[in-house]
């Protein structure tokens, strides 16, 4: 395996309390696999990414677990032995590449500093390198003389995908790399992270709320809810037999194409707040399937096919949910009177 995340528990102090972002998340990765994560804002997907990349804010720590990379545990290294881990073995694809970008350096500049910082090659050696990076990324190498203002939105997420694959890392991770950019270019950006995927062998974790841009890229998803995986395995089983409601729910809220949506989730209510979650299910709020068991009981992680695992007390009886959400609306029916 690549990237095994093993019982992740990621805690941020705040005033209110101790907000477990990341409760137990347990997820692996082999090389060239795309993985997908997907859940509403505010379960906890960043969190994921800022602790594998050890870039928590001062107020976020890891609490219990491990994320073993090609067999080492990041969360056990210095701080110097993590810096020749980020960009060699794991980078990123920011959200928004201004975040990446240093406004006043030429782009050329900055990706001939990133890569000489990382390896001992002469400065016109990094540049020709940059010159490559640029034709694959799909960018005139001319540009290679503008500073980041120069470039438009898409054009600029081009430079930082260039920036991420610089020193031929294993995996990518991408967080919403295309959320900020308008449908046609989002398009082209994905295109274009398919065909390096293609064409380099990486590995992928994809994450975003917009469901079918998973399934067009992704091998397999893990759906998260409230700081919890619900259900993970490859996307055939997960979003052609979804076994956990909540999925049920998200595909449901995802009928379009990603192009005419921005937010994709509109399951009623909202998720529990995590400084003092419910000691059942967490979705039982929201649940139109759920029962008394499921207020008291947690229900754990498990199996429902080979390779496809579901948190649900019913994940045997997935067929029949899914068979009530087909025939109409089971939220309303289930929540029919209530506020
Ligand atoms: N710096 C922080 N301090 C305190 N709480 C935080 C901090 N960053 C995130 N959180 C909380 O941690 C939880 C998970 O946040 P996170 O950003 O990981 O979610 P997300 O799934 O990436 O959401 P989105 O889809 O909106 O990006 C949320 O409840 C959020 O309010
Ligand atoms: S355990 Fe119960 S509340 Fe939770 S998803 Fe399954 S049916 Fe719904
Ligand atoms: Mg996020």
């Known amino acids: 395996m690549l990237l095994q995340i093993e019982d992740l528990v990621v805690s941020y102090r705040t005033r209110a309390g101790l907000v477990r972002a990341v409760d137990g998340v347990s997820l692996s990765i082999a090389a060239g696999q795309s993985v997908g994560l997907v859940g509403e804002s505010g379960c906890g997907k960043t969190t994921v990414t800022r602790a594998l990349l050890r870039i928590l804010p001062p107020n976020g720590f890891i609490e219990r677990g491990r994320v073993l990379l090609e067999g080492v545990d990041l969360t056990r290294l210095s701080a110097s032995e993590m810096r020749r881990v980020r960009w060699r073995r794991i980078a990123m694809v920011p959200q928004s590449a201004m975040n990446a970008l240093n406004p006043v350096l030429r782009v050329g500049d900055q990706l001939v500093e990133t890569i000489r910082i990382h390896e001992h090659v002469d400065a016109a050696a990094a540049w020709r390198r940059a010159e490559d990076l640029f034709e694959r990324v799909g960018i005139e190498r001319r540009r290679l003389y503008d500073y980041p203002h120069q470039f438009s939105g898409g054009m600029r997420q081009r430079v930082a995908i260039a920036m991420a694959i610089a020193l031929q890392p294993a995996l990518l991770i991408a967080d919403e790399p295309t959320t900020a950019l308008d449908v046609l270019v989002q398009d082209r950006i994905l295109n274009l992270l398919e065909q390096l995927r ?4 990486l590995a992928f974790l994809y994450i975003t709320h917009d469901v079918p841009v998973v399934a067009e890229l992704c091998d397999a998803v893990a759906v998260m809810y ?33 192009a005419e949506q921005s937010e994709l989730i509109s399951i009623p209510g909202a998720p529990p707040n995590l400084v003092a979650p419910p000691r059942g299910c967490r ?57």
């Open 283 to 339: 979705f039982a709020e929201r649940c139109p399937f759920a029962d008394d068991r499921c207020h008291l009981a947690e229900p754990p992680l498990e199996a429902v096919a080979p390779g496809h695992l579901a948190a649900c007390h019913f994940a045997a009886d997935a067929p029949r949910m899914r068979q009530t959400m087909a025939t109409g609306d089971a939220w309303a029916r289930a929540f029919a009177g209530t506020p």
């Open 226 to 258: 409230a700081g919890k995986i619900v259900e993970f395995g490859p996307l055939a089983q997960v979003f052609g037999s979804p076994s956990h409601p909540y999925t049920m729910g998200l595909l449901r809220a995802s009928p379009k194409p990603a």
């Open 198 to 201: 293609a064409d380099l062998g």
